[in-house]
T-cell receptor, first 109, second 114 residues
């Protein structure tokens, strides 16, 4: 059983659509990270959350600590948003990172 | 500021050999973490170093080891390579080790074991 569950696994959207990617985890965390990985491997950290909500441009990330759930939203999606989005959590005890399996997003022009 | 650099970028080895990968963190960052990414297992945490000390270790066999130098550069070593060690190895640096530190990832070293 994976401690970090992401959904959906694959997502295809039309340009301009609003996109939501979900992440659920099973134990207490100190922080949750959303990562973006483009073809070729490079990973960029988009957000680090321990509570509430953060916004950067067209990206919004929220976290509900009580429900152990986070969402990544992309408004007005664009083909350049096509990438794999990975949720990563840092356990409150042990400090290790655990990763979701990723959501592969394709935005069609 | 230069980003995280990893060398080499690509590597081909044969079973039974050993390999050493290098990671240079962003200047001023004292924490370096290593990750393995495979199509089957996804991203997995290998270990984390801070100020030359291993702070955390993932669930990997003892064939995987690492170290960090006084200038924060880090190396990881894999001995007695197996076919299943073929993967993208990523390192990431951050200023400290707190759970709320943003990690900055390097481009990765792609290792192929034949």
């Amino acid at each position: 059983k994976n401690e970090v569950e992401q959904s959906p696994q694959n997502l295809t959207a039309q340009e301009g659509e609003f996109i939501t990617i979900n992440c659920s985890y099973s134990v207490g965390i100190s922080a949750l990270h959303w990562l973006q990985q483009h073809p070729g491997g490079g990973i960029v950290s988009l957000f680090m959350l321990s509570s509430g909500k953060k916004k950067h441009g067209r990206l919004i990330a929220t976290i509900n600590i009580q429900e152990k759930h986070s969402s990544l939203h992309i408004t007005a999606s664009h083909p350049r948003d096509s990438a794999v989005y990975i949720c990563a959590v840092r356990w409150a005890s042990g400090n290790q990172f655990y990763f979701g399996t990723g959501t592969s997003l394709t935005v069609i022009p | 500021k230069a980003g995280v650099t990893q060398t080499p970028r690509y590597l081909i080895k044969t079973r039974g050999q050993q390999v050493t990968l290098s990671c240079s963190p962003i200047s001023g960052h004292r924490s370096v973490s290593w990750y393995q990414q495979t199509p089957g297992q996804g991203l997995q945490f290998l270990f984390e170093y801070f100020s030359e000390t291993q702070r955390n270790k993932g669930n990997f066999p003892g064939r995987f080891s690492g170290r960090q130098f006084s200038n924060s550069r880090s190396e990881m070593n894999v001995s007695t390579l197996e076919l299943g060690d073929s993967a993208l190895y990523l390192c990431a640096s951050s200023i400290g080790t707190g759970g709320e530190e943003t990690q900055y990832f390097g481009p990765g070293t792609r290792l192929l074991v034949l």
